[in-house]
């Protein structure tokens, strides 16, 4: 036997730097035959929103069915904000560090107990526990969104991260009439026992469907970290959410706030000056992040106003001259659009953010809600007008909510997922928080008494409309600061490393030359959705490193009508024109100086701002990126710069296997490059076909195995032609096994089995209390099995492929007996 090792690979050339390609999901490790991650993540958020939604009908009855004072009563629901806000950016580096599938089942079980604490009880405190626990849920968005970018290829992570983005509004929307039609016509704690009964087909749903990701986070937990950011945001959001009823201005709530300042100022130095922060806050404060993040906010300020307003307007009975004079059914039903609409305008993000980028699709999803917050002052005389509200505000905060994780994950590394869009669904409960408080507060003092109640006035819901509406402008106005997403979406980055200025008359090979990072295997060009962390070759440890061929640089005549700075032609390995192929200026600081596609003929033309050293870089589909470095002089016809795009290759094949050389699914293909390191991970399908493109030119080691099977390793070339296949069949391996016996047939204990192979040892083991001995993955056909520890007995096997012997051996004091 000679079994394949690692050993065996192509050893790491000297030099070379040990970067493995970045592999895209669809075709590496991650691709699984089986579906339904998308649905079933989708339904863990559905669960969450149903959890916070379920005791929305019944929030004005509180105080009688727990027997205390309102003031008490709301912290029932005040709980679970805490506890969800507290518990989501934990979650999430729990996730990055320990598994994203782990701790969404975590997240999940603690909501089921939750639940089944609030079903056995109507004691306050047991219920302001129940309730607490239930909030731990809120970490399953953030989790799932992680799993959704390990996990799905890149063309379908638009979509399905907008899905489930927008799942907590679809849940909530969806639950509203349901949980109204449960209070009317049951005990109300049957709204516990069935969030319970959902949670735990979630996670069944989610052991039985959902991988565990491979990506971690390295280093620790960071403990103090949690504990300092869940005092602080204690702090904070009490005093937002019982303001009104302790009183801004009071002692309470000043002295609530200024601890809260203190406490997250000195949390903020502290994960500053820590290796492994729960909070990286250096990433946070990147632009993209941090104003993501604020928009994030507004969006929350938005959601929660039309909650908060039109069940109110829809339940308030009409000799009030205003009220709608509904049942609680009735507006549920007419609340539940809402949630719909989110769930219906996921796909249409994944087009607007596929042609635009997300920040346009933010953008327009503010504008949306601003415009259905602004029809809406005017439209709240009859509940077909609160549909067609709740239709309009749904479709923007879709489309806004559905971009937030798409600009965050845009921005983070792949080990920050679950921190980062912790941290940006926290943001979204604070603005939800300040939403309750703000327009609590004014529906407060905007009110007049009907009976023994009193009732907001509709001109107090004009003006949370009007509040919400202010709140989404100011998140158009700090989106609109979000870098564009031309220069969001590059494909490639370019490292330069250039050792003072190029001397004057060095031309354009006077500097050193760039270093171009492989960035994403498909659409590297145009204003397309961001790429995942581990397609962006900033963030993603494993991106190849390929220096770039020197640039060609020639003065020629300067063309009609070509401005000054740079031109060319982009060609492929045949020299052939690459039409469509996007190039890119950068200077010396690393900024974008210009950008152009190029025509036809390959040639392009761009202007440069000032005379110096620049980067151009050209990338097209089914094209390995290239850079080369250049001088503009500031004068005279441009630097002609010609950049030369390699073919990448594309590799499949079938495995086969079985003793009639049949289709073998689930096969394990792994890819390694010229220095041993894995480039792509995938498994055969159903046929045995398995497909991975697009790959760089160059050698490669090529290694199939499968279960029952021996190994294979091929080392091949991709030349970036036309595709190579590799059809293997892999050879059966045998079994060999029995039991060793002693005088009367009894199993002996303790014998020595060896077994060898033209004089090697292939396999050695000692019985047990049963005599029993097993040697299993044997690829050769002749071999020869003894026994020691009593009298020596040996046999000669002839094993024919794929076969399973089962072989006794007697071993008695007077001879050896064959078996």
């Not at 869009?421 to 003092?445: D, F, W, Y």
């Not at 001995?773 to 007995?793: E, Q």
Request: hydrophobic share 45%; glycine share 12%; proline share 8%.
């Amino acid at each position: 036997m000679t079994p394949t090792t690692t050993d065996q690979l192509p050893g790491r050339a000297a030099g070379t730097p040990a970067a493995p390609l970045v592999p895209d999901p669809a075709v590496g490790g991650h691709r699984r035959a089986r579906g339904g991650i998308v649905p079933v993540l989708a339904f863990s958020g559905i669960v969450v929103a149903v959890m916070q939604t379920l005791l929305v009908p019944v929030i004005k009855d509180l105080p009688v069915l727990l027997n205390t004072a309102p003031s008490n009563a709301t912290w029932v629901m005040t709980a679970t904000l805490l506890a969800g806000a507290v518990s989501t950016p934990i979650m999430g580096r729990l996730g990055d560090l320990y598994g994203k599938r782990r701790m969404l089942l975590t997240s999940l079980a603690v909501m089921v107990v939750g639940s089944l604490v609030c079903g056995f009880t109507s004691d306050l405190i047991t219920m302001i526990v129940g309730r607490a626990l239930q909030g731990f849920a809120m970490g399953a968005i953030p989790l799932g969104i992680g799993i959704m970018r390990d996990e799905l290829p890149r063309e379908r992570l638009g979509s399905a991260m907008g899905l489930m983005s927008s799942s907590i509004g679809v849940g909530g929307g969806l639950a509203l009439p349901v949980a109204a039609l449960v209070a009317q016509h049951a005990d109300w704690h049957t709204l516990f026992f069935g969030a319970a009964g959902l949670g735990v087909l979630s996670m069944l749903l989610t052991f039985l469907i959902v991988p565990e990701s491979a990506v971690r986070a390295r280093g620790r937990f960071d403990v103090a970290g949690a504990l300092g950011l869940s005092a602080g945001l204690v702090a904070l959001l009490l005093p937002i959410t019982k303001g009104s009823d302790w009183g801004w201005g009071s002692p309470t709530t000043l002295a609530l706030f200024g601890v809260a300042a203190l406490i997250l100022v000195l949390w903020g130095v502290m994960e500053l000056r820590i290796a492994d922060p729960l909070v990286d806050l250096r990433t946070t404060a990147r632009r993209e992040v941090l104003l993501t993040n604020l928009a994030s906010i507004t969006v929350g300020v938005a959601f929660y106003a039309i909650s908060l307003v039109l069940p109110q307007l829809l339940q308030l009975p009409e000799s009030t001259g205003y009220g709608l004079g509904q049942s609680m059914v009735v507006a549920g039903l007419c609340m539940a659009p809402l949630g719909l609409t989110m769930m219906l305008v996921a796909p249409l993000y994944a087009r607007i953010a596929a042609r635009r980028g997300p920040k346009v699709s933010l953008l327009l999803g503010m504008l949306i809600i601003a415009i259905g917050y602004g029809a809406g002052i005017g439209l709240m005389s009859a509940p077909w007008q609160t549909v067609i509200i709740a239709v309009v505000v749904g479709a923007g905060i879709g489309l806004a909510y559905s971009s937030l994780p798409a600009l965050i994950i845009g921005a983070v590394d792949p080990s920050e997922t679950g921190a980062a869009n912790g941290l940006n669904t926290l943001m979204r409960s604070i603005g939800t928080s300040v939403s309750s408080a703000v327009i609590g507060m004014v529906l407060a003092h905007m009110s007049q008494p009907m009976g023994p109640v009193t009732v907001p006035t509709m001109a107090g819901f004009r003006v949370s409309f009007l509040i919400a509406t202010a709140a989404v402008i100011v998140g158009v106005a700090l989106a609109s600061f979000l870098p564009s997403p031309r220069q969001a979406s590059r494909p490639t980055l370019v490292a330069q490393s250039t050792d003072g200025d190029a001397e004057e008359g060095s031309g354009a090979g006077g500097a050193a030359e760039p270093a171009v990072r492989t960035a994403e295997f498909s659409k590297p060009a145009g204003p397309a959705e961001p790429a995942p962390s581990w397609a962006r070759s900033a963030a993603a440890p494993d991106a190849t490193l390929v220096p770039s061929a020197p640039a060609e640089a020639t003065a020629t005549e300067e063309p009609a009508g070509t401005r000054t700075g740079f031109a060319g032609r982009v060609l492929d390995s045949s020299g052939a024109p690459v039409p469509g192929a996007s190039i890119t200026l950068i200077d010396r600081q690393g900024r974008q100086a210009g950008v152009t596609t190029a025509a036809a003929d390959g040639r392009y033309a761009l202007a440069a701002p000032a005379a110096g050293t620049y980067v151009l870089t050209g990338a097209a589909p089914g094209h390995t990126p290239y850079a080369a470095s250049a001088l503009y002089r500031g004068e005279g016809a441009p630097a002609q710069v010609d950049l030369l795009l390699a073919a990448t290759g594309r590799l499949g094949g079938v495995v086969l296997g079985g003793p009639e050389g049949a289709p073998l699914a689930g096969g394990s293909i792994v890819l390694t490059d010229a220095a041993g390191e894995v480039v792509v991970r995938t498994t055969s399908g159903a046929d045995g076909e398995w497909d991975v493109a697009p790959l760089p030119p160059g050698p490669y080691t090529l290694v199939l195995s499968a279960p029952g099977h021996q190994p294979q390793a091929r080392a091949l070339e991709l030349s970036g032609g036309e595709p190579e296949r590799q059809d293997i069949r892999l050879r059966l391996t045998t079994t060999v096994r029995g039991t060793v016996r002693g005088p009367h047939g009894r199993p002996l204990a303790d014998a020595a089995v060896t077994l060898v192979e033209d004089g090697t040892v292939a396999g050695h083991t000692v019985t047990g209390p049963d005599g029993v001995f097993a040697f299993s993955d044997l690829s050769g056909s002749h071999y020869t099995l003894t026994a020691a520890g009593y009298p020596p007995h040996a046999v000669g096997i002839s094993l024919a492929g794929g076969a399973h012997e089962l072989l006794d051996l007697d071993l008695a004091q007077p001879s050896a007996a064959t078996g």
